[in-house]
Nanobody, 119 residues
Framework: QVQLAESGGGLVQPGGSLRLSCAAS????????MGWYRQAPGKQRELVAS???????NYAGFVKGRFTISRDNIKITVGLQMNSLQPEDTAVYYC?????????????WGQGTLVTVSS
């Protein structure tokens, strides 16, 4: 069974920072990309950032240098440091992992963690 456990969401004032963390558990034979998506009320889920096993990163345009994604391939964790948060960053943030379990492709999602940016 594959599980992704997220933590770190909450309420923060505009201009503040939060760090999201996600820990994966399961019998993975290989893990490809890990990343974070977000979904704001009334909007579709969108990519925030992803990171490949070799550390190559991909960020959405709206990040604009404010967020940093990182991963630990031994612990199978992925983090997202978010700085200079703005009200438009308010959303449920989801951790995602693409890999294989027993040779079968898998795309796993966490349950989501709410980030609210408000004064």
């Amino acid at each position: 069974q594959v599980q992704l456990a997220e933590s770190g969401g909450g309420l923060v004032q505009p201009g503040g920072s939060l760090r999201l963390s996600c820990a994966a558990s399961g019998r993975f034979s290989v893990i490809y990309s890990m990343g974070w998506y977000r979904q704001a009320p009334g909007k579709q889920r969108e990519l925030v950032a992803s990171i490949a096993p070799d550390g190559r990163t991909n960020y959405a345009g709206f990040v604009k240098g404010r967020f940093t994604i990182s991963r630990d391939n031994i612990k199978i964790t992925v983090g997202l440091q978010m700085n200079s948060l703005q009200p438009e960053d308010t959303a449920v943030y989801y951790c995602n992992l693409d890999g294989k379990v027993l040779g079968n492709p898998l795309s796993a999602w966490g349950q989501g963690t709410l980030v609210t940016v408000s004064s």
